[in-house]
């Protein structure tokens, strides 16, 4: 049996006065989100769909995420610590907390917390979807240090 958990907060985020970057702010919001929630479900393709194919490294992230997921059953929790921006360009910081257990061996566990940092733009020509470009530090999503 797989365990699944996942949590978002708000806490500490502040609240966008204009209706537009309010609108933006819940869109960035509800993907992250989705994004956390696909990684405890196994599912590392939200997570890769979100993110600009140009972002430099972008072949190593998915790699890395794919191979996060491949080894490891996962537990999310991500707070929004900072949230600014306007309706095209947002810059998130999350403090994140990653619980990693290795799907080999049910014993072995690694954490990992760190204050990860996203800078997104909406892309597209048709839906104007929010698409991560920068993601720092990205080695936050490496497959586990499992033996």
Same mark, same amino acid.
């Given at each position: 049996?797989?365990r699944?958990?996942? &949590?978002?907060?708000?806490? $500490?985020?502040?609240?966008? $006065?204009?209706? &537009?970057?309010?609108?933006?702010?819940?869109?960035?919001?509800?993907? @992250?989100?989705?994004? =956390?929630?696909?990684?405890?479900?196994?599912?590392? =393709?939200?997570?890769?769909e979100?993110?600009?194919?140009?972002?430099?490294?972008f072949?190593? @992230? #998915?790699?890395?995420?794919? =191979?996060?997921?491949?080894?490891?059953?996962?537990?999310?929790?991500?707070?929004?610590?900072?949230?600014?921006?306007? /309706?095209?360009?947002?810059?998130?910081?999350?403090?994140?907390? &990653?619980?990693?257990?290795?799907k080999? /061996?049910?014993?072995?566990?690694?954490? #990992?917390?760190?204050?990860?940092?996203?800078?997104?733009e909406?892309?597209?020509? *048709?839906? *104007? *979807?929010?698409?991560?470009?920068?993601?720092?530090?990205?080695h936050?999503f490496?497959?586990? *240090?499992?033996?």
């Open positions: 049996m797989r699944r958990a996942f &949590l978002l907060t708000m806490g $500490g985020a502040a609240a966008a $006065g204009a209706a &537009l970057a309010a609108d933006a702010q819940q869109q960035v919001f509800d993907l @992250f989100s989705k994004i =956390a929630s696909a990684l405890s479900d196994d599912d590392p =393709a939200m997570f890769v979100a993110v600009d194919p140009a972002m430099p490294h072949d190593d @992230f #998915r790699r890395d995420v794919v =191979a996060l997921t491949d080894l490891a059953t996962l537990t999310n929790s991500i707070e929004v610590l900072s949230d600014t921006g306007d /309706d095209t360009h947002r810059a998130e910081e999350l403090d994140w907390y &990653l619980e990693m257990m290795s080999a /061996d049910p014993h072995p566990v690694e954490r #990992r917390r760190e204050v990860v940092k996203f800078r997104l909406r892309k597209g020509d *048709k839906s *104007k *979807k929010w698409k991560i470009v920068s993601i720092d530090p990205l936050f490496a497959p586990p *240090k499992i033996t």
